[in-house]
């Protein structure tokens, strides 16, 4: 039962990792070189896509994590479920307001406030990419010990 719940720990936050860093990296600097209106018109159905498969992934790895550490005595393991956790309030917290705003169904999406929200919203998300980063290196690490 061990060894499951450090692998799906590991296997979801790394999932989670890859897919953050993805976007931060690939999708949305290739979204924001199409301009701003195509950009803003492509972020709203991505973004709730993203949603679909990150919520699950991170909570599945919280929850893995803080199992494996309830099951080892291993702080790091709980260490790992809380970088991971801790996009979830980040995202609900600190990114929210901007979503809200770029979601919004009357935003002229070729201006220019619209262009700086989507900028704001990639260094927010940048966050994200490290913490998960961070995350998955601890369970890395763990299971590497292992």
Known sequence: MLEAM??????TCTLFTGAAIYINLVEHPARMGCGTELAATEWAPSYKRAVAMQVPLAVVSAVAGIASWLMTGWIMWLIGAILIFAVIPFTLIVIMPTNKLLLDPGRDRASAETRALLEKWSKLHTVRSILSLFASSV?????LRT
């Open 139 to 143: 369970f890395l690490v763990l299971i």
């Open 6 to 11: 450090q692998f799906v720990a590991v296997m």
